[in-house]
């Protein structure tokens, strides 16, 4: 079974976890039947989109202004970007591509 | 008989809505889905009251309303939601201590003093992580009544009024959990104290000085004291 | 007091390309504002604080495994080094969305010199990043990119990813890297094999190293010819190429870590440098402007380069283009340079000519220059 990768909750950030039957053809998540918003799309990506006809398209659009403007408050940055630890893990030392690489860290986002 | 079909609507509302119609405010602990309802049914107060005495309570679609939302997004399966409103606003007697007299010199004749306390708004939600969320609102007036004699005799009597609003908001983390202090300190206005028990709380509070204007600036100031108390786990 | 920041995520001083460009960015910058705060990461015998004139560096040191908290960490730290420049703070230059964000919070003007973007790149290291992650590193550079007052890129190709992504077209400015002029009469290395190819850079898999070894080993009859590697990363990094090397039987010398100011002589006394790279999407939808490519042309070597939009860009037709990913048409392609030392002396010199008519780091960094003046004069 594929999980829901829908981010759900306003303060705590959790993942939907149902059963998906469907990926969003804009950023490819895996979303389940409840949170399935127009156009086929997941919940964050119609509220990108303006379409708030979903009840957690408008909860993903909340949540994102609310999130965005609390940054600003706290001066806390990294608050807006919600990365929870789903989306953490990936990025764990032991996952990346190649194991050879952990000895000097390739520490930059991109290369130029 | 008159209003008959006002009359009609209400009774098909959500009790809870009934409740704020007719006593404007109430007191209720019900699971995500039951405050969906009462949400729903709240949505179609516009198009079928119109009777000014059954209007909604001020604060009710723009604060309350949007609040209770969010709240229940964090609800889960099994959480539920004990709100007691009071939206009868400030100037109910019986939200009023006696005046006091307060010394004056002259040209003041006399004064009183009279404290206002109107908790408006608490709650409680357990949370889908294990924690607990309580949310308390206290808006606070003092009046200052001044009688006053002119040179010619003339009495006045004068009043000032000066409103503030508490926030507090508790959160006790999930059992076995310490969490870490943020980062970044919370904006000067907001003050976080720990007490450490069974289970570690967080608790932030603020004063505001000057009562939010809009119900868009009162739940911006709600959400950002309860941000704090989030912060301290990841 | 600083009247402009500089913020990388990225290590510096450091053997790679971005290096490079930090450093000729972050002078103009400087130079510019009468000094400034560079903030950057850390590691290894760096200093953590360094005070050169009116430029101060402080960098990134704490220890965090994880690269997203890593990057939120520099985030928040960043943000607190900025803090006390609040009041006199002008500009903020910044390369990605973490070094954004602080400079957002501060309200100075906000120039974006996206080289490259994470939600594009990431995934190469880190194959578990999940779509839905990078759709909120995506949404989190379309907001940066937003914010900014001026987005500054190296290549046409970056230049659409980006207004793709939400930046306004009449923002966004194109300043494609450059390299300085190599003289013509520098030393041989001593280390030096006979008759060499070179590559320069780092060995990310999107580089197609391993594309060049395989063309190499089809080589094998030009027993005179050498590969030199002169990697940007450390031997541990390397071994995975080194082992293909083995098997294949390439005859080749790596060389690790090379000051940025020995690999010209390196560049200038090769017979040919070649530059893989394959067509991934890193390549084909965000676009680079490898720096690699234009230091072999100042130094007048011939460089052979895999046919993409962004090599043709900083190329043209001063090199030889070659399809991506095809190990034999490569190695014909180095076969034919090598039997024509003429032409491949003539692609060289009009190669290094091309550079020095209009793409030397002082070019970039006037090119800079006009975007600081427009961002000054709004």
């Given amino acids: 079974m594929t999980p829901c990768a829908v981010t759900t909750g306003f303060f705590t950030l959790g993942k939907c976890g149902q059963m998906a039957v469907a990926g969003c053809p804009a950023c490819g998540r895996a979303v389940c039947a409840d949170h399935l918003a127009d156009g086929g799309l997941c919940p964050e990506c119609a509220a990108a989109r303006n379409r708030f006809g979903h009840p957690s398209a408008a909860a993903a659009a909340r949540r994102r202004v609310y999130r965005q403007r609390q940054a600003q408050y706290y001066g806390d940055t990294v608050y807006y970007s919600s990365f929870d630890d789903y989306d953490r893990a990936a990025f764990e030392p032991g996952a990346a591509a190649d194991q050879d690489y952990l000895d000097d860290g390739d520490d930059a986002l991109v290369d130029s | 008989m008159f209003w008959r079909k006002q009359k009609a609507a209400i009774a098909g509302f959500h009790p809870l809505h009934q409740a704020l119609i007719l006593e404007r405010g109430f007191a209720a602990t019900h699971p995500a889905a039951e405050w969906a309802a009462l949400a729903a049914s709240l949505h179609r107060h516009t198009g079928l009251i119109r009777r000014s005495k059954w209007a909604l309570p001020p604060r009710t679609m723009d604060v309350i309303l949007p609040l209770l939302t969010e709240i229940c997004e964090d609800l889960g399966p099994k959480g539920v939601l004990a709100v007691t409103a009071d939206l009868r606003g400030i100037h109910v007697p019986a939200k009023s201590h006696p005046a006091r007299s307060i010394p004056v010199r002259p040209p003041a004749r006399s004064a009183t003093e009279t404290w206002s306390i109107d908790p408006w708004l608490r709650l409680h939600a357990g949370l889908r992580d294990g924690s607990g969320l309580d949310v308390l609102i206290v808006d606070r007036q003092r009046l200052r009544r001044v009688t006053k004699r002119g040179s010619s005799g003339k009495t006045k009597v004068k009043r000032k009024t000066q409103i503030t609003q508490l926030i507090k908001v508790r959160r006790r983390l999930p059992r076995g959990v310490a969490g870490v202090r943020p980062q970044t300190a919370p904006p000067a206005w907001i003050g976080v104290t720990l007490r450490d028990g069974e289970r570690r709380s967080v608790l932030a509070a603020a004063k505001l000085l000057r009562l939010p204007q809009s119900g868009d600036e009162q739940l911006d100031r709600i959400l950002t004291v309860a941000t704090e108390t989030f912060r301290w786990t990841r | ?378």
């Fill in chain 3, 1 to 378: 007091m600083h009247r402009a920041a500089y913020l990388a995520f990225d290590r510096f001083p450091s053997a790679k390309g971005s290096a490079v460009h930090i450093r000729h960015m972050a002078a103009e910058l400087f130079d510019r504002y009468g000094g400034g705060l560079l903030c950057v990461l850390g590691g290894g015998e760096l200093p953590a604080y360094q005070r050169e004139g009116a430029v101060e560096i402080v960098r990134f040191t704490d220890v965090v495994p994880n690269l997203l908290d890593r990057a939120g960490a520099f985030s928040r730290w960043a943000a607190d080094r900025l803090a006390p420049h609040r009041d006199t703070l002008e500009i903020c230059h910044v390369r990605d969305p973490w070094g954004a964000l602080p400079a957002l919070s501060t309200g100075a003007r906000l120039v974006y010199e996206a080289n490259g973007l994470p939600s594009i790149e990431l995934p190469y290291h880190w194959p578990l990043a999940a779509p839905s992650t990078l759709a909120k590193i995506r949404e989190l550079e379309e907001h940066c990119l937003q914010e900014a007052d001026a987005v500054v890129v190296p290549s046409r190709v970056i230049l659409k990813a980006v207004a793709d992504r939400g930046a306004e077209p009449d923002r966004v400015h194109l300043v494609p890297n450059g390299a300085d002029p190599v003289p013509a009469d520098v030393p041989r290395p001593p280390t030096a094999p006979g008759r060499y190819v070179i590559y320069v850079g780092a060995l990310q898999p999107w580089q197609g190293v391993d594309v060049l070894l395989r063309a190499f080993a089809r080589l094998a009859d030009l027993t005179d010819l050498t590969l030199v590697v002169c990697s940007s990363v450390s031997p541990a990094r390397a071994r995975p190429l080194r082992r293909l090397a083995e098997r294949l039987g390439v005859r080749i010398r790596w060389e690790h870590q090379l000051p940025h100011a020995d690999v010209a002589a390196w560049l200038a006394h090769a017979e040919l440098s070649v530059a893989p790279l394959t067509a991934g999407p890193r390549n084909l939808d965000q676009g680079c402007s490898p720096i690699k490519v234009w230091e072999s042309m100042a130094a007048g070597t011939a460089v052979v380069a895999s046919d993409l939009p962004v090599i043709r860009e900083v190329l043209g037709d001063h090199g030889r283009l070659v399809p991506p990913d095809r190990p034999a048409e490569l190695a014909r392609a180095i076969r034919v340079l090598l039997e024509y030392p003429d032409a491949c002396r003539d692609l060289g010199e009009r190669a290094r000519r091309h550079v020095e008519d209009g793409f030397t780091w002082k070019h970039a960094r006037a090119r800079l220059a006009g975007v600081y003046d427009r961002v000054e004069a709004h």
